[in-house]
């Protein structure tokens, strides 16, 4: 079983900035693709961004510039850098990975997110 936490979230006023970490734990082939979501109140759970295993990213339209994914490997951790942040940020945030368990068994896995709330 593997298992994803996240840290990080918290309040921040617009403009600043917030580094969300996750960490990976369990029974750990591989990890694949990790990527961050988000779902804020009354909204639909929404794609922030995406790395895949080979490092090739892509963001969702309204945070492209300002938010930054990478991930460490060899630590099985992930991390968003939020820059610019703006109230219509404002959102729990998810952590997902798919991740082989074993040689050719692939499972997705959910964190059980972090709020970040940026409010003056």
């Known amino acids: 079983q593997v298992k994803l936490v996240e840290s990080g979230g918290g309040l921040v006023q617009p403009g600043g900035s917030l580094r969300l970490s996750c960490a990976a734990s369990?029974?750990?082939?591989?990890?694949?693709?990790m990527g961050w979501y988000r779902q804020a109140p009354g909204k639909e759970r929404e794609l922030v961004a995406h790395m895949n295993n080979l490092g090739s990213t892509k963001y969702g339209d309204s945070v492209k510039g300002r938010f930054t994914i990478s991930r460490d490997n060899a630590k099985n951790m992930g991390y968003l850098q939020m820059n610019s942040l703006k109230p219509e940020d404002t959102a729990v945030y998810y952590c997902h990975t798919d991740v082989f368990v074993s040689r050719y068994s692939l499972a997705s896995v959910w964190g059980q997110g972090t709020q970040v709330t940026v409010s003056s």
């Open positions: 369990g029974s750990i082939f591989r990890l694949d693709g």
